[in-house]
């Protein structure tokens, strides 16, 4: 075997010293198990991305010599994580006699009565800048509360503070979890459409969704696409995927008839937003591409109107509560829709407006000067569509759902959007995230999204991913992470480079994953983690300790081409048939997949080469449910005229599972033939622009969707 560490001397380089001392990786073992060290350039751009200088040998000898005096002057670290019921240790830097004295400031502003002891060091002292700097710690004790504190430390005169997270254990299951399982569906809320739509699915749509499901099916939650905050004019990025801002949510799925001020709308008003309705009812009946774009231009002028109407008194005191309760932080997207609706969207060049100016620009400010009411429009809207989104969860909770919605976070946000233009410093400059080449996307992938700093988010109490998690759990009784491998290491593309010239860096887990757990907590909610793809075993493990469920995909559970029997899956996951990024079922039983990739040229080999393993596949997916008695055997004798009879297979294999979540796709359920999304692709493939449709091709309205008879087939399955 190919030995799968690096030798001695390349550790002892100081490069390597460098990229390891801030948590960038300079090897890895991919997918196929095949190692890789990483080349020089690459960790160099991406410790520039990290604000770290490695251009030369002089320069990579300050940088450790600068991060490594930056650790020891440091009385206390910025953030501490500490876990509720237990004691902790805080690492405290200061002279050898020096005694530190500590406070806590609750989260509620209270001071913790409790003791902090104080325990001395054993390590060596160190010297820095001629001053001796020995270690101790403090200890927080077992009943500090779960919330965000301030520790604040003096030693020898000299005062910092650090976030203090404690956070639970782990998750809690919900008590139907314990001894059983849930199920429900999962969708895409743009493709499905009501006559009451405007062209694309919205958010009282959703409370139907939810509702119906509840009451027809007997599902417990609807998985939904990531519903992230978008642009607020044309052009539109169709994909959920890549956000304008993960704070704050997508204003074009509002209902505007759903609003209390459209009735009480005067006559002439209420007529102009019934007649831009009418304008855009027939794009609900289009079953080839979704038009997001007509959709909002209409849309947004008959909500133009019903904000020119005003607010009561009563409705006025709610949007002020809301905007003193998301602070500063709406000011971040409402501008960025204000330049972007008055000085377009970026072009990439250094004359654009996101390159040029910034928020506090002359220029910024004179355009929030000279058009109030546009501003005060963008906050409004993003007001209304959480109300809507907040009916919505509360609707379904009231009829009886478990969970109800199940949130997915994108992993990223669009390098031109918002949460970037505005705190450019929370992000990585001169990188983007992905992943390395794996059997699936043999080129690797770009998603273009900025990542995360680690420092910063260290420096900051991470206060930015507490905020996006507590506002995704405000909304939703759980919420997916998609690709939750990137809470414990990222992979990182310096700008220029191809996808599979990267490499990963690691992110502090046990806090992030702390943060989940304390925003769960407090909303009696669920986790769920992307966790597909490489996942080394102590991510899985980390996740299985913390209660956050992972994912079971049934046409990713093989191991050497054998697929594992459902009644061997792990228990804590979410299990399902297949993702938004796989084609329908019986597009894949029918070999779709491999006519699309040949048809958009995404494969790196002979087309002749990928059906033969897409068949090897096929044929072992079925042995594994005849052997496991979910199919009988004489239905291969004619695949295609029993192709539904393969699908309740398949769906009698997750209810066979142990796993504690079970989710059905509404594609599956209503026979629709394309996929809604193909990774590797862009403009090549009408990605996230699909709507529902049956077998046929017609479209399936939100009206007709639970009395369909072969979904009413998959949700008896579901049932057991």
Partial sequence: MTEQTENATRLARPLIRLAKLVGVATSYVGMSRDYHEIEDDVLVAVLKALGIDASNDDAIERSITTIQRERNIRIVPPTVLHIVGKKSKVEVHGGALDVPAASITLEDGETYAGKIEHEGGSGAAVEVDGVFVCTSYLVLPEDLPEGYHTLEVTVGGKTESA??????????????????????????????????????????????????????????????????????????????????????INFSYIRPESMPEYATLSPEDKTKVDALHEQVEPLNGDAQVLDRETMWRTKMQALWVIYKAGLSIQRQAEFDQYLAEVGDEIESYATWCLCYDKWGASNGSDDDWVRKFNRGSEEVSQLRAQYPDTLEFYRWLEWVATEQLHAAQQAARDAGMKIGIVADMAVGVHPAGSDVWWNPERFAKGATVGAPPDMFNQQGQDW??????????????????????????????????????????????PEGKKAMDGTYVHYDSDIMLGILALEASRAGGVVVGEDLGVVPAYVSKSLSEHGILGCAVEWFEQFDGVFRAPKDWRPYALASVNTHDLPPAAVYLEYGHVKLREQLGLLSGPVEEFKKSAEAEHNAMLNMLVKEGYLDADVLEDELANENEIIDALYRGLKGSPCKLMAASIVDAVGEKRTQNQPGTCNEYPNWRIPLADGDGNVVPLEELFGNTRLQEIAAIMRG
């Fill in 448 to 493: 273009s999204q900025p990542p995360l700093n680690p420092i910063a988010l260290d420096q900051t109490g991470y206060k930015v991913y507490r905020d996006m998690v507590h506002g995704m759990f405000s909304n939703a009784g759980a919420v997916r992470i998609d690709h939750i491998l990137g809470l414990f290491r990222l992979w990182w593309i």
């Fill in 163 to 248: 976030t203090v997270i404690s956070a639970p254990e782990k998750i809690e299951l919900l008590d139907e979890m314990k001894e059983g399982s849930l199920w429900g569906w999962m969708s895409q809320l743009y493709s499905i459409r009501s006559s009451g739509s405007w062209g694309i699915g919205d958010y009282e749509d959703l409370k139907t969704l939810l509702v119906e499901s509840k009451k027809k099916t007997g599902a417990d939650f609807m998985l939904i696409n990531p519903l992230h905050a978008a642009e607020p004019v044309p052009p539109i990025e169709p994909s959920p995927y890549l956000p304008i801002s993960r704070r704050f």
